[in-house]
C-alpha cells in the first residue's frame, strides 16, 4: 500500500496556548500514554502523527504541537494554514494563561485555518484542583460565547485526555463526511484513487466513475 492511499482522510490539528499550560504533555499522553516530568518547552514545533479507524475509514492525524514563547509566533504562525482542528490549551492554575485565550483564539482564525475548523477549549491540569484559578463555569460561558467544545483534562494523571482528542477528531470527521455525503447526492463523481483536498483535509475517494465536468 502506498503512502498516499494508505489513508482516507488527513486531518490537520494545532495545539496552542501559552507556555508551561501542557501542551506537549498532552499530545504524550494520547500519542504515546506517557507523561514527562522533565519535560521542556517546545522549540517551534513539533509534529506527531496518528492513525485511527472511523466508521470503516483511516484518518490520519497530523498534530502540530507549538510553541507559547512569543520568540517563536512568526513561525507557528504559519504552521496555522489549512488546520481543520485546534486545541486551545490553558493551565486551570494559572489565570493569565486563560485571559491569554482570546489572543490565541484570534490568531488561530486570523492565519488561515480552515474557515470551518473544529474549536476546543481545553482546561489542563485539573488533578491541581486546591491550585485552581479559573473556576469551570467560567470556562464553560466562554467556550459557549465563542462556539468552543470544551473539557477539562490532566495530563498527568491521563483524565479526558483521550476524550479530549477523539471527540474533536469525531466531530471533524463527522462534519466532513457531512459535506463529502451532499456532494454524492448532487452526483459529484471522481476518478478512482482521485484526491480531493479541502485546504488541508484530504479524501480519496473509492468510486470508480468518469469524471463529471
Request: charged share 25%; glycine share 4%; hydrophobic share 35%.
Amino acid at each position: 500500500m502506498t503512502e498516499e492511499s494508505s489513508y482516507d482522510y488527513l486531518f490537520k490539528i494545532v495545539v496552542i496556548g501559552d507556555s508551561g499550560v501542557g501542551k506537549t504533555n498532552l499530545l504524550s499522553r494520547f500519542i504515546h500514554n506517557t507523561f514527562d516530568f522533565a519535560s521542556k518547552s517546545t522549540i517551534g514545533l513539533d509534529l506527531s502523527m496518528k492513525n485511527i479507524i472511523i466508521k470503516d475509514k483511516r484518518v490520519r492525524v497530523q498534530i502540530w504541537d507549538t510553541a507559547g514563547q512569543e520568540r517563536y509566533r512568526s513561525i507557528t504562525k504559519r504552521y496555522y494554514r489549512g488546520a481543520v482542528g485546534a486545541l486551545l490549551v490553558y493551565d486551570i492554575t494559572k489565570r493569565e494563561s486563560f485571559m491569554n485565550i482570546p489572543r490565541w483564539l484570534n490568531e488561530i482564525k486570523s492565519n488561515e485555518a480552515h474557515p470551518e475548523s473544529i474549536l476546543m477549549l481545553v482546561g489542563n491540569k485539573s488533578d491541581l484542583e486546591k491550585d485552581r484559578q479559573v473556576t469551570l463555569e467560567e470556562a464553560l460561558e466562554y467556550a459557549k460565547v465563542n462556539d468552543l467544545v470544551f473539557m477539562e483534562t490532566s495530563a498527568l494523571e491521563s483524565i479526558n485526555v483521550e476524550n479530549a482528542f477523539d471527540s474533536l477528531i469525531h466531530t471533524i470527521f463527522d462534519k466532513l463526511s457531512s459535506k463529502l455525503t451532499t456532494m454524492d447526492d448532487k452526483k459529484t463523481k471522481f476518478l478512482r484513487g482521485q484526491t480531493v483536498q479541502l485546504n488541508n483535509t484530504i479524501h480519496h475517494s473509492k468510486h470508480n466513475n468518469s469524471c463529471a465536468c
